[in-house]
């Protein structure tokens, strides 16, 4: 069954660089999403994609954030200047419905030190 | 917040009986879904019930939704070792952007 791939699986990066996220989605699916949940937390929306714009977006990202679809299959999230309450794990997901079920990946860990 | 919480927060059982988890919400919602996440990996996804249905089945898993009062339920019944995990609602409004809850965290014991 085709599923959505993150890498890396683990990020260890100090405060202020930048980080890329990198997500793969499943080939034929249109719309992308990022997520995150910071440990013991809820899951939290950040960001969804479609035909290479930006549809909305959360609170959370604000202008140190961006997403990127680069080619035909990678979907990335970059975090320009990193914080330590940006550590979390990273979730991409993907659909070819609008108001179907989201396929999500495993998730990046980032933890900023 | 779109969101409200689940309960209970935690659930142990023992294998073969029946787990119920329960979700409310405050807004209006196109769908719930019903996600599980097993320990370090990511959400997969279980059940999608839409607003206009009230009850829905997937092999040991029901469903049901009530919008007046803004909740659902889901229930895995004939539980087994391998269903211990932490299991999300998710509503989704316009535009398909999830909002989970807080999570229930299962353990079934064998």
């Known amino acids: 069954e085709p599923e959505v791939t993150q890498t890396p699986s683990h990020q260890v990066t100090q405060m202020g660089q930048e980080v890329i996220l990198r997500c793969v989605p499943i080939s034929n699916h249109l719309y992308f999403y990022w997520y995150r949940q910071i440990l013991g937390q809820k899951v939290e929306f950040l960001v969804s994609f479609y035909n290479n714009e930006i549809s909305e977006k959360s609170e959370i990202f604000d202008d140190q954030f961006s997403v990127e679809r680069p080619d035909g299959s990678n979907f990335t999230l970059k975090i320009r200047s990193t914080k330590l309450e940006d550590s979390a794990m990273y979730f991409c997901?993907?659909?070819?419905?609008?108001?179907?079920?989201?396929?999500f990946g495993d998730g990046t860990r980032l933890s900023i030190l | 917040s779109q969101q409200g919480e689940e309960d209970p927060q935690a659930l142990s059982i023992q294998e073969g009986e029946n787990a119920t988890m329960n979700c409310s919400y405050k807004t209006s919602i196109n769908n719930l879904q019903w996600y599980r996440q097993n320990s370090g990996r990511g959400l997969v996804h279980l059940i999608l019930?839409?607003?206009?249905?009230r009850e829905k089945h997937s092999g040991r898993l029901r469903v049901t939704l009530d919008t007046s009062k803004k909740s659902s339920s889901l229930l895995i019944t004939a539980s087994r070792a391998a269903d211990t995990a932490s299991y999300f609602c998710a509503t989704a409004a316009y535009g398909n952007k999830l909002v989970f809850g807080a999570g229930t965290i299962l353990r079934v014991k064998s």
């Open positions: 997901a993907s659909t070819t419905d609008l108001e179907g079920p989201q396929h």
């Open positions: 019930i839409r607003s206009n249905e």
